[in-house]
């Protein structure tokens, strides 16, 4: 296979393609779900109206997005990271029942607008500043909390649904809190479909079936949920054993028309001077916007081919598929990690395979959904738990370790406050911590102190480009210079100096003679805004 054969690249796209949709689909599911299922949403009255929103924002962020996007493994869906943002607007926008959903889809096209408009300006330049601690700590914390978050589907305990990455998850319980009601809710079902399942997504990941051109052919995750298909249905006549209700996929089958038209809730353009819908818009633009950045940073990174994505288009193709998702009553939309792995992982060779996804969503779910309905949750755990173990891979732990401490603490910060709070949160705590060691860098190496043993000179070499952040560690080094001495401030090699260091360097200047401290400053002329009489 080479990278550019494009009858191979079709073969390998369509098979990704169908390795992230069983990805995407639970999670298309379940962020819908825990969106839409918080304390205080009102006038939910089935099961297909909360879960549609996340189906069409899955569709719509692989085929509309897919198609714009300059990412070649990105992938594009709802996401965690808005879960509580879409949840609060609902309830502001009052639930439900009295056209609150349809207020806030006026909020999610607002906001593809603003995000078009994002791209247009060039702000994507914001993801070149985040720090590669950062998106480390952002990738190992997304796969731990993955596989925290699986593990109770794992073993048939399904009350909280997949997608759900908060702490403080919709069903009332923690993180930790589910783990331990697992430990007393074991399915033993699902946990032999979903061991089964492990096993098979192991052993079709060694090499020996990729070098098999016949076995390469079949997806690991299909291949599993075929069989856990099959196993489902040969214990299905034992009580303790079978796998039914919340333990299996639960896709909306319409049996009408009108039950098919009842899933939408269409944006109410008649909001569109609110100022709470503009608020909301707003917020869900910077978000998206921010989220989406990052993680095309992250897949980025993960390319095998380094590619390099451009962030202003990305940011453009965000916009207009928020824009398509609004308009047809479908959830917020963002580059999603977990799903941009599995299409990695899956073999991808083109952005594609994120158009096949979002094709095979359309047509499983609105062809086949009584077929769908018949896969195990355990089963899509299983492929979940083995991605989250990928993305928080001990490797990158002990590479950062190696590198020393101004980039593991970050990394550890962002998975903490990830596995404590939510991905928005850990990311904010990661980037003030790394802001915090710029600071105490640039307070240690600002400048270069000598002394010269022959006549006693105390010689001060600026930076090239010496800033207001270097202004205390240079305050601090003038100082300490015992009284009597002779000082030598040395701007030869500086390019640059803020006005507040200058005038740190002139306030010194005009004490010196009180004690007895002889200044000279070389290059005098690179000093701006005051004079060097003294």
């Known amino acids: 296979m080479t990278k550019n054969n494009s009858t191979n690249n079709f073969k390998f796209d369509i098979a990704a393609g169908l390795v992230v949709f069983f990805v995407a689909l639970p999670l298309c599911l379940g962020i819908s779900l825990a969106s839409t299922h918080y304390e205080g949403i009102e006038g939910i009255e089935d099961f297909a109206g909360i879960v549609m929103p ?33 949840a609060a607007a609902i309830i502001e926008f009052g639930g439900f029942a009295n056209g609150g959903y349809e207020k806030f889809a006026l909020a999610v096209v607002l906001s593809g607008v603003i995000q078009f408009l994002l791209g247009m300006i060039r702000a994507g330049f914001f993801a070149y500043y985040i720090p590669f601690s950062v998106i480390k700590g952002m990738l190992a914390g997304i796969g731990i909390t993955i596989f925290i978050k699986e593990l109770p589907h794992f073993f048939g305990y399904d009350k909280d649904p997949e997608g759900d990455m908060n702490f403080f998850q919709a069903d009332g319980h923690t993180t930790f809190e589910d783990l331990w009601l697992m430990t007393e809710n074991v399915h033993w079902g699902a946990t032999l479909v979903a061991v089964l399942s492990l096993v098979i997504l192991i052993v079709w990941g060694q090499k020996f079936i990729k070098q098999n051109k016949f076995l390469n052919l079949v997806p690991g995750p299909l291949l599993a949920i075929v069989v856990s298909v099959v196993i489902a249905a040969l214990i299905g006549s034992n009580v303790d054993l079978k796998i039914s209700g919340e333990h299996l996929v639960n896709v909306p089958n319409p049996k009408s028309m009108e039950e098919f038209k009842g899933m939408f809730y269409f944006p109410d353009f008649s909001a569109i001077g609110d100022s709470k819908v503009w608020a909301v818009a707003l917020t869900i633009a910077l978000v998206a916007s921010i989220e989406s950045l990052l993680c095309v940073e992250a897949t980025d990174k993960m390319d095998p081919y380094k590619g390099r994505t451009p962030m202003n288009l990305e940011l453009r193709a965000q ?31 083109s952005k594609k395979s994120a158009i096949f996804h979002g094709v095979f969503l359309i047509v499983f779910v609105l062809a086949i959904p009584g077929v769908l309905n018949m896969i195990p949750r355990a089963t899509l755990a299983a492929v979940l738990l083995l991605i989250g173990w990928k993305l928080a891979s001990p490797k990158s732990a002990i590479q950062m370790i190696k ?24 990311i904010g705590a990661g980037l003030v911590v790394a802001f915090i060691i ?29 800033t207001f952040l270097n202004k205390a560690s240079i305050i601090k080094t003038l100082d300490e210079i015992p009284d009597g001495k002779e000082v030598i401030i040395d701007l030869s090699q500086t390019i640059s100096i803020d006005y507040d260091v200058s005038e740190a360097i002139r306030d010194f200047i005009t004490g010196s003679k009180d004690r007895n401290i002889k200044v000279e400053v070389r290059n005098p002329e690179k000093l701006t805004q005051f004079s060097l009489e003294h």
């Open 54 to 86: 996340g189906l069409i924002a899955g569709i719509i962020g692989g085929i509309v997005v897919g198609a714009l996007s300059g990412s070649r493994f990105g992938v594009s869906g709802p996401a965690a990271g808005l879960i509580t943002i879409v």
């Open 438 to 466: 710029i600071l105490y860098r640039n307070f240690t190496m600002s400048f270069f102190v000598s002394g010269d043993q022959n006549n006693g000179k105390i010689h001060l070499n600026m930076s090239q480009h010496t």
């Open 319 to 349: 916009g207009i598929g928020n824009l398509v998702s609004g308009l047809l009553g479908g959830l917020p939309i963002t580059q999603v990690i977990v799903r941009s792995k599995a299409n990695i992982d899956g073999g991808a060779q």
């Open 403 to 426: 590198a020393g401490w101004t980039q593991y603490i970050p990394f550890f910060t962002v998975i903490v406050v990830m596995l404590l709070h939510d991905l928005l949160y850990g």
